[in-house]
């Protein structure tokens, strides 16, 4: 199943009516008690962790399918939905929109003193929200300004973050969903689903193809301080007029810029970007330097580090030692379950009708009316 979609999420400037949330909350309670009753909290955590079935979910509850609220209100609705209810189900979420999100930290911990976790596993959650958090603001550069973060996990050690930013300027947002499961490297290919419109041109330096530029940003930072600013002046002298093929001497060492094409130079980050007046960068690197990180993770994991930071290294990588990186979209897939007209792959039958039936069978073990089950199977047949 391919874990990445594209769905158009308009940005939504109003409130959710106050008796659909509660509807929301309701319906939550007794699904997630279904799931729990029948597959145990892991299996929750991971079908969060999908952006179909999340979505689904969303629907099936009552919001609209294409609006950037589904993420929003279906977290906090889940949240209450659980509320005093955490031990019961095993199931702890922390976080939401806006400033509650910079209290994910504190609320794990709260939860895992509440559990008597051990400590290292504490801090291993706090850490995985906080990278989640990092990776989809800095290593992936797309115009989506994050503004949610919700960290889900289970009883059993189990997590899933579901986040969202906002591009205002088109109006739309995009939602990243990681599974722990899935997790093998938290800067090489995390996701587990991104959904949204795409962009022409995204820097992605959580791709498979920029571990080249990765490793050359690691290598450029473990090197002396003095060394690495003599390759960021030679940006700042040169990123206004990079349509060139230059090609600049430097000592025995020759190094040239890239040829760029012409479509692809218009949209290069390096033409708009402007490193002559960035003190702040310097003292960055500085301290970035000091730190000699063993490896790329733990160099984006250092305080400070933020998007400038590692377009920066990935800048020179690319410009004067030639490792590009990606600028593919990664959120540039069909729905998980493929499209009707085949493109960009076959309607995937058999997960598509899992998806279904999955929750049909939950719906048909609510305690809600007949009606009630009619109409939310109605919604789930037209997802």
Not at 102 to 125: A, C, F, H, M
Request: aromatic share 10%.
């Amino acid at each position: 199943m391919i874990n990445r979609g594209i769905a158009t999420f308009g940005l939504d400037y109003g409130k959710c009516p106050k008796w659909l949330f509660e509807r929301m909350v309701n319906l939550s309670r007794q699904m997630i008690y279904v799931m729990n009753e029948e597959y145990g909290p892991d299996t929750f955590i991971e079908r969060i962790a999908d952006p179909g079935w999340f979505q689904s979910l969303g629907t099936v509850l009552a919001f609209d399918w294409n609006a950037s609220g589904l993420t929003t209100i279906l977290t906090a609705a889940l949240k209450e939905a659980i509320k005093g209810h955490q031990r019961e189900f095993g199931i702890f979420i922390c976080g939401g929109k806006g400033k509650t999100s910079k209290q994910t930290p504190e609320e794990i911990i709260r939860w895992g003193d509440y559990l008597s976790l051990p400590e290292p596993s504490v801090n291993n959650l706090v850490y995985n929200s906080k990278m989640a958090a990092k990776v989809d603001s800095a290593l992936v550069q797309d115009g989506f300004q994050l503004y949610h973060h919700t960290f889900f996990f289970s009883k059993n050690g189990h997590w899933a973050v579901v986040q969202q930013g906002m591009n205002t300027e088109k109006g739309s947002a995009r939602r990243y969903h990681w599974y722990s499961k899935k997790v093998t490297d938290l800067v090489n290919e995390p996701h587990s689903g991104i959904t949204s419109p795409t962009n022409d041109i995204t820097l992605n330096l959580s791709a498979e193809a920029s571990d080249k530029t990765r490793d050359i940003s690691t290598g450029l930072v473990q090197g002396n301080y003095f060394g690495l600013m003599k390759d960021i002046k030679i940006l700042r002298r040169h990123s206004s007029d990079l349509s060139q093929s230059l090609a600049i001497q430097n000592g025995q060492q020759r190094l040239a810029f890239l040829n760029l094409e012409t479509k692809e130079f218009k949209t290069h980050p390096v033409v708009s970007e402007d490193f002559s007046k960035s003190k702040y960068l310097d003292k960055i690197l500085y301290k970035v330097t000091e730190a000699n990180p063993q490896n790329y993770e733990k160099l984006v994991a250092l305080p400070g580090v933020g998007p400038k930071t590692v377009r920066a290294l990935s800048l020179v990588s690319e410009v004067i030692y030639g490792a590009k990186p990606s600028y593919e979209d990664p959120a540039r897939y069909s729905f998980a379950h493929g499209g009707k007209d085949a493109t960009p792959y076959p309607v995937d039958k058999k997960t598509y009708d899992s998806t279904i039936l999955f929750f049909s069978r939950l719906i048909q073990r609510l305690r809600i009316s007949a009606s009630e089950k009619r109409l939310m199977e109605t919604r789930l047949n037209q997802i």
